[in-house]
């Protein structure tokens, strides 16, 4: 089975743009999360999506959004970037919530 | 705030030397808990988990960890490390977070590194 994939692994934007990051969940995993590494904070949680619905959100500004699809790819975007956005961006899948997940590469994202 | 405390940010080690890294959390309610690792420029890995059964779990490649529910622990350990097992640890545990929601929330690492 092929893990989870997803693209771009990395990109650069400036300041005020906005970006889409996607992920393909592994085959049959219905669910799929996204997670912001940086050094300072760590890991933390932005949102989890389960059969097209968002189901939790982390304490993100509206700025941060998301999406899924019916295949269970998913999308997030980040509108009007700043600074502070450039992270690792992480998604991760599972067959349900709560399951275990299994994570991608990641997308290093910087923002100049 | 329920939470995952992983006291040490950094270990160093020698090389054949026993390692523990620690992990606690606050919670009430059962849960589950997960070892990640991420090796430079990567995602995480999964190392091992408990989701019930045999409070004792071990993986694959020698490290296993210990579900302690009265201290509401997971620590990690290996008996003697190698040089590939430098990385950074992560503890997880899926906490109750509201509404009938469980949500996946992470220590904030510790990076083990092996000294030859």
């Known amino acids: 089975k092929a893990g989870v994939t997803q693209t771009p692994r990395y990109l650069i934007k400036t300041r005020g743009q906005q970006v889409t990051l996607s992920c393909s969940p592994i085959s049959g995993h219905r669910s799929v999360s996204w997670y912001q590494q940086t050094p300072g904070q760590g890991l933390q949680f932005l949102f989890e999506?389960?059969?097209?619905?968002?189901?939790n959100k982390g304490n993100f500004p509206g700025r941060f959004s998301g999406r899924q699809f019916s295949n269970s790819r998913s999308e997030m975007n980040v509108s009007t970037l700043e600074l502070g956005d450039s992270a690792l961006y992480l998604c991760?899948?599972?067959?349900?919530?709560?399951?275990?997940?299994?994570f991608g590469p990641g997308t290093r994202l910087t923002v100049l | 705030a329920q939470s995952v405390t992983q006291l040490d940010s950094q270990v160093p080690v020698f090389e054949e030397a026993p390692v523990e890294l620690r992990c606690n959390y606050s919670s009430s309610v059962s849960v589950y808990l997960f070892w990640y690792v991420q090796y430079p420029n990567q995602g995480l890995q999964l190392l091992l988990k408990y989701l019930s059964g045999s409070t004792l779990v071990e993986s694959i490649n020698g490290f296993e960890a210990e579900f302690n529910k009265s201290q509401t622990s997971f620590h990690l350990r290996k008996p003697s490390v190698h040089i590939s097992d430098t990385a950074e640890y992560f503890c997880?545990?899926?906490?109750?977070?509201?509404?009938?929601?469980?949500?996946?929330?992470f220590g904030k690492g510790t990076k083990l590194s092996v000294i030859p």
């Open positions: 997880a545990v899926t906490l109750f977070s509201g509404a009938g929601s469980y949500q996946l929330t």
């Open positions: 999506y389960f059969s097209e619905t968002q189901r």
């Open positions: 991760a899948s599972s067959y349900r919530p709560r399951d275990e997940q299994f």
